[in-house]
Nanobody, 120 residues
Framework: QVQLVESGGGLVQPGGSLRLSCAAP????????MGWYRQAPGKQRELVAA???????NYSDSVKGRFTISRDNAKNTVYLRMNSLKPEDTAVYYC??????????????WGQGTQVTVSS
């Protein structure tokens, strides 16, 4: 079973910052596009940010300019730096690895989720 290990969530005041980390097995990470999703209570899981194997990034409009996704291929880790946090950013954040094993075919692997709460 592939394990993605997340860390870095917590409670932060509005306007504050957090950095999430997600470590993956090397055999998976190097062939994966990585993403961060979040799910708030009563809402569907949504893509927050993604980074391809080549380093291209994309962001949801709600976090553009405040969040930064990056990857360290030497450490098999993807990060999500979150600045200027708002109460509406409160959610469980999940790491995703889209592991490409043949052409466009891929498997999806998920982390266990880490809670981010933005509140005064």
């Amino acid at each position: 079973q592939v394990q993605l290990v997340e860390s870095g969530g917590g409670l932060v005041q509005p306007g504050g910052s957090l950095r999430l980390s997600c470590a993956a097995p090397g055999s998976i990470f190097s062939h994966s596009d990585m993403g961060w999703y979040r799910q708030a209570p009563g809402k569907q899981r949504e893509l927050v940010a993604a980074i391809t194997r080549g380093g291209s990034t994309n962001y949801s409009d709600s976090v553009k300019g405040r969040f930064t996704i990056s990857r360290d291929n030497a450490k098999n880790t993807v990060y999500l730096r979150m600045n200027s946090l708002k109460p509406e950013d409160t959610a469980v954040y999940y790491c995703n690895a889209a592991h490409y094993y043949s052409g466009d075919d891929h498997d999806d692997y998920w982390g266990q989720g880490t809670q981010v709460t933005v509140s005064s």
